[in-house]
């Protein structure tokens, strides 16, 4: 659409998917609130995405200890909204 050489849009593309997930930011409360829930009941997560950066954000926002399961589309082959997730 740009014009961009192909190997250029190649290295955006790789670029993207290993540091898109760098720049996520929770919202403030959101450990908080996680924290909260899971005292009475158990917490999971599920997520659309590659394995690798679903996990890297979990880790890089500090939630990856927070919840019991964490279902990742990119490792199932279903994503949501489909049952099967």
């Not at 993207?16 to 999971?44: C, H, I, N």
């Not at 995405?49 to 964490?70: N, P, T, V, W, Y």
């Given at each position: 659409?740009?014009?961009?050489p192909?190997e250029?849009?190649?290295?955006l593309?790789?670029?993207?998917?290993?540091?898109?997930?760098?720049?996520?930011v929770p919202?403030?409360?959101?450990?908080?609130?996680v924290?909260t829930?899971?005292r009475t009941m158990?917490v999971g997560?599920?997520?659309?995405g590659?394995?690798?950066m679903?996990?890297r954000?979990l880790?890089?926002?500090?939630?990856?200890?927070?919840?019991e399961?964490?279902v990742?589309s990119?490792?199932?082959?279903?994503?949501?909204p489909?049952?099967?997730?």
């Amino acid at each position: 659409e740009y014009g961009l050489p192909e190997e250029l849009v190649e290295k955006l593309v790789r670029d993207w998917a290993e540091t898109f997930g760098d720049y996520t930011v929770p919202f403030p409360q959101s450990r908080q609130v996680v924290q909260t829930l899971s005292r009475t009941m158990k917490v999971g997560v599920v997520t659309n995405g590659s394995s690798a950066m679903q996990r890297r954000k979990l880790e890089l926002c500090g939630f990856a200890d927070l919840f019991e399961h964490i279902v990742v589309s990119g490792e199932l082959g279903h994503a949501k909204p489909e049952p099967e997730i």
